[in-house]
């Protein structure tokens, strides 16, 4: 336990006295790994803090942070609660408008921001958010050409506040013992599926209680290794980086760049990983890819290493055989040699994915949470890990309940604990939360081993116009298995049968179809040709396979495009926005029901960087013979 240090400055300065001498920390600079010691980060923390203070930023404003993964982020965040501030994350790729809206909403004095890229989004946006003072960059490349008096270097940060110190050295100390942990620190972005997100505000001492109830589920001390690549502005990122890594000492790893991350990863070898499902869909994926241009004796190699796997895991146990064939190579060039401890959260993720990392020897649990809950708050026991369920609670102090079950069990989930958030900014009353308890809008129910299953939104659970329930969800992760599919949504609410618009894979498709000598030049391209659907239709045949006839895939089409999170169809976190897809892709939708067999599109497609594309083409709507004949009969 922590005792009295329930901030996270007041952590940080005990690691500092006690460990000053131990790793906290490793950045990626050029190539070379580059650590920071518990005395560094304190010291440069103090500097960035009372550098803070010498500006004029006061207790209880805010400050932004925007950019990768870096140092001088954390740094950033934890010398904003020194001074009794609050931090605000926000994702590196958001937009201008997204990035107007959070600075405003919530009134940020100042921001963090990593680089030039950066910079341009908050100088584009100045007439939006007058209440902006400062903007501290932390790369100066690029940085003469802009003069506004706003801007100031992290380096001239930090040397004012070292030469604060150093007329004061009492002023740290004083910072960090007027902190209190009931403050709001922290107000973290929901991940929800409207395209606004909450602010939800959260206290030091309920972040480090959260994290001490975590860490006695799944231990983790001075010796494990970390490597950080979900985005720190999601909840569990805030978890892992800044509370375990406070609390638990466990080392940090910062990547280059995005572009290297798995390279960086490999380096590292981390003993824990959380990776969102969109990752492990990638990499699982990316490893059947790989196959696909092996030669034929390591292609069945693979497929006989697997077998045995997955027929070991069925029975409860492991295949020493198919490890030393196969599991032993694959792990190592993953980066997975030492995990002791790996899991996935944010969305759910497909059985069979989750069956394919268990049977390669990967320690994969599943978690599930809030931002409203602080993240998670239930995780599998490591000897009960079933791929249908999200476990079950951290500790006695979670409270879980199933409110208004039918008669199956099946209800909305409802939970408290004492580390709950302290209510969304600007938001007097909280419609979720009743008596303590926040609804979170998830149907699930328990089985009868007392794990927590999680079905679907309720609001996204569908029933088609015949009565047949189903959840888009569960149907989507099984597409997304194949490592040709990319995204899916499921349609089929109020409607007489099930249909799925697919975005491909294209960094495989692309590869499969360069080697079947299929011509193409651009994404949509690809997607239009008769073989790529063919291709799809195969996968898609495989899942409706595993399906009850009530819930197959009927008819589907490829979409032009991929989904993204810039154009509102995804959340920063990957979830389906589900009412922006129905309304944008309406007319698509409304001629896949139609029954027509081709769909032509004309539209202009915006990139980020402000570019436009019009797109002219027409999609083919892929007819499922079988899903059919079941129907009819």
């Known amino acids: 336990m922590t005792g009295t240090e329930d901030t996270l400055p007041r952590l940080l300065r005990r690691n500092a006295l006690a460990h000053g001498g131990d790793i906290a920390m490793r950045e990626k600079e050029f190539g070379i790994w580059r650590a920071l010691r518990w005395s560094e980060v304190a010291a440069r923390t103090r500097d960035i803090a009372l550098g803070l203070r010498a500006i004029g930023v006061a207790p209880g404003e805010v400050i ?26 926000i994702y590196r790729d958001a937009l201008d408008d997204e990035v107007a809206y959070l600075l405003a909403f919530s009134g940020a004095v100042a921001v963090i921001a990593e680089d030039e890229e ?56 004083a910072l960090v013992d007027a902190t209190q942990g009931e403050d709001v620190a922290i107000l973290c972005t929901t991940s929800g599926t409207t395209a606004r997100p909450k602010l939800a505000q959260l206290t030091g001492r309920a972040l480090i209680r959260h994290c001490e109830a975590y860490l006695a589920a799944d231990p983790k001390g001075p010796e494990d290794e970390y490597v950080s690549v979900l985005p720190l ?28 991350m798995m390279a960086d990863f490999r380096e590292i070898a981390p003993t824990f990983v959380l990776f969102a499902p969109r990752v492990w869909e990638g990499l699982a994926a990316d490893v059947r890819a790989r196959v696909m241009d092996a030669s034929r004796l390591k292609q069945r190699a693979f497929d006989a290493g697997m077998r045995l796997g997955l027929e070991a895991l069925e029975a409860g146990g492991k295949s020493m055989l198919a490890d030393a064939l196969l599991f032993r190579a694959l792990r190592d060039r993953l980066g997975f040699t030492r995990l002791r401890s790996a899991a996935t959260g944010g969305a759910a993720l497909g059985p069979e994915t989750f069956r394919f990392f268990q049977a390669l020897g990967v320690p994969l649990r599943q978690l599930y949470g809030q931002t409203e809950l602080l993240g998670a708050y239930t995780l599998h026991r490591p000897d009960a890990v079933d791929f249908d369920t999200v476990g079950v609670p951290f500790g006695p102090d979670v409270e879980l309940h199933i409110h208004e079950p039918d008669a199956n069990g099946v209800g909305e989930i409802v939970t408290r604990h004492p580390n709950m958030f302290s209510g969304y900014l600007g938001i007097e009353d ?12 998830d ?58 618009m697919i975005c491909i894979r294209f960094p495989i498709v692309s590869k499969w179809a360069e080697r079947n000598r299929i011509a193409f030049t651009t994404y949509t391209d690809l997607s239009a040709r008769p073989e790529v659907l063919e291709k ?23 979409l ?46 915006a990139f980020q960087d402000g570019t436009k594309q019009r797109i002219r083409t027409v999609l083919q709507v892929a007819r499922m013979a079988a899903a059919r004949e079941t129907e009819d009969a």
């Open 430 to 441: 909280v419609p979720d939360m009743r008596e303590g308890w926040l609804h979170t809008g």
């Open 233 to 260: 502005p999601w909840i569990m990122e805030q978890i892992y980086v800044l509370g375990w890594g406070l609390i638990a000492r466990m080392k940090v790893n910062f990547v280059e760049e995005p572009e290297t």
């Open 536 to 558: 799809i239709r195969e996968e898609v045949a495989k899942v409706n396979a595993s399906l009850p006839p009530a819930q197959r895939i009927r008819d589907f089409i490829l």
């Open 560 to 605: 032009y495009k991929e989904l993204d999170a810039d154009d509102e169809e995804l959340t920063r976190t990957r979830k389906v926005r589900r009412g922006v897809i129905n309304q944008k892709y309406g007319g698509i939708i409304g001629a896949i029901y139609a029954g027509d067999d081709a769909i032509p599109v004309d539209t202009t497609i």
């Open 443 to 500: 149907a699930g129910y328990f089985n009868a081993q007392g794990q927590l299953v999680v079905i679907d939104r309720i609001k996204d659970i569908a029933t088609t116009s015949g009565g047949d329930r189903f959840s888009p969800q569960f149907i989507e992760n099984k597409l997304k298995f194949s490592p040709f599919v990319a995204e899916a949504v499921i349609l089929g609410d109020q409607r007489p049968h099930l249909a799925a």
């Open 118 to 173: 950066q910079v341009d989004k908050l100088l584009n946006v100045s007439e939006q958010v007058p209440g902006l003072r400062h903007i501290v960059y932390c790369d100066p490349r690029g940085m003469r050409k802009h003069a506004d008096p706003r801007l100031l270097s992290m380096e001239d940060l930090r040397r004012r506040g070292a030469e604060m110190a150093a007329a004061d050295p009492a002023a740290w100390d």
């Open 64 to 89: 932004g942070l925007i950019g990768d993964n870096r140092p001088d982020w954390v740094m950033g965040e934890i010398a904003t609660h020194a001074i009794r501030a609050r931090s605000l994350g």
